[in-house]
C-alpha cells in the first residue's frame, strides 16, 4: 500500500476537522484525487523536484504532488483550519511537506526551496493573479522557478495564453509570453469544486524560457504595455503620449502605425518599441 492509500478521502478530511468552504478564503476544494492527480501530472515530471504548492486547503492536490514523486513540497496556506489535515499527509510522506500557516503574498518562499522548483495552485483568482505577475516580473531572468502550473478563472486562463486581435490580449499575454511558453492544459467546470464557483476554470502551464523571446529591458517593457493598454481603445501616439516626444519616431521605427491600437501589436513589436524608447 503506498502512503496515499493510508489517507482518508477528502470528504472526510473536511468533515472530521471541521473545513466548511468559506468565501472569504476563496475556497472552492478539489475533492477528486483523480482530478487531483491528473494536475499534478500536468506540471511535469516532479522527481528531483521541489514544489511550491500555495493554498493547499485539506491537500487534494498535495496529496497528487507527493504521489507524483516531488521529492518535497512547501506548502503555504492562510486557513488555520487547514493544518491538522495537512499534517495527516505530513505524517504519510515523512521529511517531504513542510507546511506554512500564512498568507502567500507575505512570505519569501525561497529560504525553503532548493532548485529545481517547480510551482502548483488552486488559489482564488485575486491571489493567483497578483502572484503570477510577481512570479513573471523578477529582478533577473532565469526565475527561481522552472514551471508554473495555476488554477485560474476560464476568463483569466485565456488572458494568459491570448494572441493579438483577441479582447482578451493584453499586460498580462505579453508579460507571460515574454519570457514562458503558456499554454492551457486543462478545462474544468464549476461541478469539479466543492462548492461550485459561478465560472469555469481552467489550468494554465507556463515554462520559463532560459532568454526572453525578444531583446527588451524588463522595466520599460513593462511600462510601455502597461500604458498602451491602460487606454487599448486609443491610438498608441496618444496612449503612449506620456513616453515623450519622439513616441511617434520610436513607433515608425519600431515598425508599428501610430494610429494602431496596443490590441493589434504583437509581442515582437512591443520588445522592439520598448528597445528604442530604452535608447533614446
Ligand atoms: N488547493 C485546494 C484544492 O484544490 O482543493 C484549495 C483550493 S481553494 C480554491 C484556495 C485555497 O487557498 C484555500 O485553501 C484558501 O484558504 C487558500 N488561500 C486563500 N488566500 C490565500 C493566501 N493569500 N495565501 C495562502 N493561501 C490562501
Redesign the pocket.
Known amino acids: 500500500m503506498s502512503a496515499i492509500d493510508t489517507l482518508p478521502p477528502l470528504s472526510q478530511v473536511i468533515e472530521t476537522h471541521g473545513i466548511a468552504a468559506?468565501k472569504s478564503?476563496?475556497?472552492?476544494?478539489?475533492?477528486d484525487l483523480n482530478l487531483?492527480a491528473k494536475i499534478a501530472r500536468l506540471a511535469g515530471d516532479l522527481s528531483g523536484c521541489d514544489v511550491l504548492e500555495?493554498?493547499?486547503?485539506?491537500g487534494?492536490?498535495t496529496r497528487g504532488l507527493l504521489a507524483e514523486g516531488a521529492r518535497r513540497v512547501l506548502a503555504?496556506?492562510?486557513?488555520s483550519r487547514?493544518m491538522p489535515a495537512l499534517a495527516e499527509i505530513a505524517a504519510a510522506y515523512p521529511g517531504q511537506l513542510e507546511v506554512i500557516n500564512?498568507?502567500?503574498?507575505d512570505i519569501d518562499p525561497l529560504a525553503h526551496l532548493t532548485p529545481p522548483i517547480r510551482i502548483a495552485?488552486?488559489?482564488?483568482y485575486n491571489?493567483g493573479t497578483e502572484l503570477l505577475v510577481r512570479w513573471l516580473t523578477p529582478k533577473d531572468w532565469p526565475p527561481f522557478w522552472s514551471s508554473l502550473t495555476l488554477m485560474f478563472q476560464k476568463e483569466v486562463a485565456e488572458r494568459i495564453v491570448a494572441q493579438p486581435g483577441s479582447k482578451a490580449y493584453g499586460r498580462l499575454a505579453l508579460l507571460a509570453q515574454w519570457r514562458c511558453d503558456a499554454r492551457i492544459v486543462m478545462h474544468l467546470p464549476p461541478s469539479a469544486f466543492t462548492p461550485p464557483p459561478k465560472v469555469s476554470s481552467a489550468v494554465v502551464n507556463l515554462t520559463a524560457l532560459p532568454e526572453p523571446r525578444f531583446p527588451a529591458d524588463a522595466r520599460v517593457l513593462e511600462r510601455v504595455v502597461a500604458m498602451a493598454f491602460n487606454q487599448r481603445r486609443k491610438m498608441l501616439r496618444s496612449a503612449l503620449k506620456g513616453l515623450g516626444p519622439d513616441i511617434e519616431d520610436h513607433l515608425i521605427a519600431a515598425g508599428i502605425k501610430p494610429t494602431d491600437r496596443a490590441e493589434t501589436i504583437g509581442l515582437e513589436q512591443f520588445c522592439a518599441l520598448a528597445r528604442f524608447v530604452a535608447a533614446a
Request: aromatic share 4%.
Open positions: 468559506k478564503l476563496g475556497q472552492n476544494f478539489l475533492l487531483t500555495i493554498g493547499p486547503g485539506p487534494g492536490l503555504i496556506e492562510k486557513d487547514c500564512g498568507d502567500a503574498l495552485a488552486n488559489l482564488p491571489v
